[in-house]
Nanobody
Framework: QVQLVESGGGLVQAGGSLRLSCAAS????????MGWYRQAPGKQRELVAD???????NYVDSVKGRFTISRDNVKNTVSLQMNSLKPEDTAVYYC??????????????WGQGTQVTVSS
């Protein structure tokens, strides 16, 4: 059974840094895009950053220059380095991946979510 397990997150002061990590586990045949979404209270979930299997990355404008996504295709992991954090970055962050299991079809998987809180 495929699952995404996240780690990282927590409480940090404005201007600080945090690193989120996510590992895909289970019987996996292939993974396309991996990335991170976030959802702040009262707001819709939004894409923060994602990366294709070939290494092409995409960021929401509000995090460009501050966040960096990286990926290890051998270990099936994706990380998000978040620098110069702002209070408006406060949200629950979710790992996301498009995965084809060893015995199954392509599907989108989500992590359980990890809280990031930035204090002013």
């Amino acid at each position: 059974q495929v699952q995404l397990v996240e780690s990282g997150g927590g409480l940090v002061q404005a201007g600080g840094s945090l690193r989120l990590s996510c590992a895909a586990s289970g019987s996996i045949f292939s993974i396309r895009a991996m990335g991170w979404y976030r959802q702040a209270p009262g707001k819709q979930r939004e894409l923060v950053a994602d990366m294709t299997s070939s290494g092409r990355s995409n960021y929401v404008d509000s995090v460009k220059g501050r966040f960096t996504i990286s990926r290890d295709n051998v270990k099936n992991t994706v990380s998000l380095q978040m620098n110069s954090l702002k209070p408006e970055d406060t949200a629950v962050y979710y790992c996301n991946a498009e995965i084809r299991p060893a015995y199954g079809y392509w599907n989108v998987y989500w992590g359980q979510g990890t809280q990031v809180t930035v204090s002013s």
